[in-house]
Structures are given as C-alpha cells and as structure tokens.
C-alpha cells in the first residue's frame, strides 16, 4: 500500500472571501470550489486550502481547524485505527468529494481521510 498522503489544511475565517482572496493574489492558488455558506477551498495543485466561513454564532474558532490524508483504501484505515483502540473515524454528512471520513488524533487533533482524493479532476495532471 503506497503511504497515506497529506493533502489539505483548514483554517476557520472571519472573512473567507477576503483570506482567500490573499492567497490567490500573493501565492497563485487557484479556488476551485465555494460553498453556499461562503468557505472558499483553493489549491496550489497539490496541496489544497480549505477556508471555512466562521458562522455566525462563533462556536467554531477562527484559525487552524484540520487536516486530510488522500488514502488508498479509507476502510482499510479505519479498521487499522479501531484495531490499534482509536476512535473509528466518522462518516462525514457532506457533498464534498475530498473529505469521508473525519477522525481524531491522541492530542484531540481532527483530520480527514479521503479515498477519493483532495484535488478536482480539471487539476490531477499538474
């Protein structure tokens, strides 16, 4: 099995409009999908930069938030996880393509897990 690869980072915004819109102006990243919400996820065609609108109520801090590994085989990960007496990863309720599963780290750190992978299909050949 070819090593889990490391292929996004989120960060919570005030202001994901205006975040993103720096990375794209000073950095060359490309946004390749927007939620109705606001979040804004851009790529530099490898590694992608999920900005998430903060809501309204704020229970979300701003800044970092996650991170997502691209696997092979996500079922095969989680079993390895609950073998090893991690908490399985979670299904995650969402249309996104790059994010199935959300899981947790020993520190309380959450990251996703993708077997379909972070990069939209337009970008994959770069």
Do not use: C
């Not at 005030?14 to 996820?41: C, I, N, P, T, W």
């Not at 229970?59 to 696997?71: A, Q």
């Amino acid at each position: 099995m070819n090593r889990p690869r490391l292929r996004h980072l989120a960060f919570v915004a005030r202001d994901a409009a205006k975040l993103a819109s720096f990375y794209v102006e000073h950095f060359g990243m490309e946004q390749f999908h927007q939620e109705a919400d606001g979040s804004r996820f851009l790529t530099d065609g490898y590694l992608n930069l999920a900005i998430i609108q903060q809501a309204l109520d704020g229970e979300v801090p701003t800044g970092f938030n996650h991170f997502g590994f691209h696997v092979e085989d996500a079922d095969l990960v989680r079993g390895e996880l609950t073998e090893a007496g991690h908490p399985a990863p979670a299904s995650r309720m969402t249309n996104r393509p790059f994010a199935e599963y959300r899981g947790i780290d020993p520190e309380g750190n959450w990251f996703d897990i993708s077997a379909g992978g972070f990069v939209p299909p337009h970008l994959e050949q770069r």
